[in-house]
């Protein structure tokens, strides 16, 4: 289930975020060790996801800003790329 719009979709269809030891990080493969949290591949979830503080919810942690800023630089980065394959 995404955290920013609240509905339900395949593993697949999803981002996952993990909580590591070094802050909160993309999982692009689902598989790292962690408390994981889903957002779908789009804009407006992201948005709404980095904005709030939903991931820091879901995921039972504080991010730092710098932590905050590199996870919105790796999705937009992200976003673009599955915006020029699709």
Do not use: F
Request: proline residues 1%.
């Amino acid at each position: 289930m995404c955290i920013a719009c609240q509905e339900s979709d395949g593993k697949r269809d999803l981002i996952r975020l993990v909580r590591a030891a070094d802050g909160v990080l993309l999982d692009q493969s689902g598989k790292r060790a962690g408390r994981g949290a889903y957002v779908h591949p789009q804009v407006n979830c992201w948005e709404k996801a980095l904005a709030g503080s939903l991931i820091q919810k879901a995921l039972r942690t504080k991010i730092s800003a710098e932590n905050l800023m590199t996870l919105s630089v790796s999705v937009s980065t992200l976003l673009q790329v599955s915006d020029e394959t699709a």
